[in-house]
């Protein structure tokens, strides 16, 4: 049988240099983060950029975020404000991106703003993504290791099953820790939620000391995750559901009382929110692996990282 998986390569320094070489030369790389895996490129080159775009099939209107190691790396290309300063010292490096003014002498690539003003930016904690951001001295596009629409990748071997060889080197980071993509706010204006994440809006408006909400308005694209239809399996999903109703149907769930089951997936068995969510993705893959026509889903707690959880599945029960 065929090895699919040549291109994943360990983390060690020869490995990161070939790592460096691809970006430098404008390739895109499977990437390790602590919320999903992504594909990335040097944010400062159109030809990156683009083929990021390419290979996701992404529309071009739905920007990309640029992960940076630092604010020393960050200021050259976006303004800061006090808002992002709080929360920069608070939670990063980590999983949470900020839509901030671009400046207007920013290198950025104007195809991964998707010609807008803004910029969405981040500043990842997994060791392999910041040592490459050490080593490539350039700011990495990043969009989760995906077809555009599809469920994200949250290993290694998800990056090249959706990529196959089209991706050259992929570095191997474990399993990613989070297991969801990144909160997303924006600061250009009063603050606002446009993506939920493992960071609550109720831990950032105890730091920014006002109530920051969830914004739900999809008419102006500021920033990845915002779109109707997102994070798919590739069959229906049905969201709040107590039972299966039909053939080849599978039924998601979590907590100790939760049966068990061929039919039967316990997202966490200690009904642990952060479990759950770091199992949702590779529980969707496995289930549209095993031939299941459909999932359904019982209730999942809209509290905490639940609030992010119930987001994603919502995008990926729309049609």
Not at 176 to 201: H, Q
């Amino acid at each position: 049988m065929k090895n699919i998986y040549l291109n994943i390569y360990k983390p060690n320094k020869a490995n990161l240099k070939k790592a460096k070489k691809n970006i430098e030369n404008n390739n895109v790389i499977g990437l390790p983060t602590e919320t999903v895996y992504g594909l990335a490129g040097n944010a400062y080159s159109n030809k990156s950029v683009k083929k990021i775009f390419s290979l996701k099939k992404r529309p071009l209107y739905n920007p990309l975020i640029v992960h940076f190691k630092n604010l020393k790396n960050a200021k050259e290309d976006v303004i800061f404000n006090n808002s992002f300063l709080k929360l920069y010292n608070v939670f990063c490096p980590g999983p949470i991106t900020f839509v901030l003014k671009k400046k207007n002498n920013s290198k950025i690539s104007d195809i991964a703003t998707s010609k807008k003003k803004t910029v969405a930016i981040r500043f990842p904690k997994h060791k392999v993504a910041r040592k490459l951001l050490s080593l490539v001295k350039v700011p990495l596009a990043a969009p989760s290791a995906n077809m555009a629409s599809k469920l994200s990748s949250t290993s290694p071997y998800d990056v090249v099953e959706e990529f196959k060889n089209k991706i050259k080197i992929v570095l191997d980071g474990g399993k990613s820790k989070v297991g969801l993509e990144s909160t997303i706010i924006d600061l250009t204006e009063r603050p606002k939620i446009l993506r939920p994440g493992s960071i609550s809006p109720k831990r950032i408006s105890k730091i920014l000391k006002k109530k920051v909400k969830i914004y739900k308005n999809i008419k102006q694209i500021k920033s990845p995750g915002q779109l109707k239809v997102h994070y798919s399996p590739g069959i229906p999903v049905k969201m709040s559901q107590k039972r299966i109703s039909k053939k080849n149907e599978a039924l998601v769930g979590f907590g100790k009382k939760f049966k068990k089951g061929k039919k039967y997936f316990n997202l966490s068995k200690k009904g642990n929110l952060h479990e759950a969510a770091n199992n949702l993705y590779t529980t969707l893959r496995k289930i549209k692996n095993s031939g299941f026509k459909s999932i359904v889903v019982n209730k999942i707690p809209n509290v905490g990282i639940g609030i992010a959880i119930n987001d994603r599945l919502k995008k990926a029960s729309n049609k």
